[in-house]
């Protein structure tokens, strides 16, 4: 799903490679994120894996409840991922 309204904004490269990391060791993390219908979501997820599609870059993850979400990396408004690798 792309979400048309709003260009997307690439973030930071040092941070997309802290995403990577995370995924590669399958660190849970805390995040906040806003959905392309306006919905803020905060909660604890499995980060699985990064996905581009039409210039737009995704995180694909799994919530502890097993719901799966695709995360626009720039409507991610909070995260611990830098805590969390460097952990």
Not at 9 to 16: D, N, Q, R
Request: net charge negative.
């Amino acid at each position: 799903m792309t979400d048309d309204i709003e260009p997307y904004k690439p973030i930071a490269c040092g941070l997309y490679s802290e995403y990577e990391l995370a995924i590669m060791r399958r660190i849970h993390l805390r995040l906040g994120w806003v959905d392309a219908q306006g919905q803020q979501y905060i909660g604890n997820v499995l980060p699985l894996d990064l996905q581009t599609r039409e210039r737009v870059e995704y995180l694909l993850v799994r919530a502890i409840d097993g719901a799966r979400h695709e995360i626009r990396l720039d409507k991610i408004i909070s995260s611990n991922v830098r805590e969390a690798v460097a952990q």
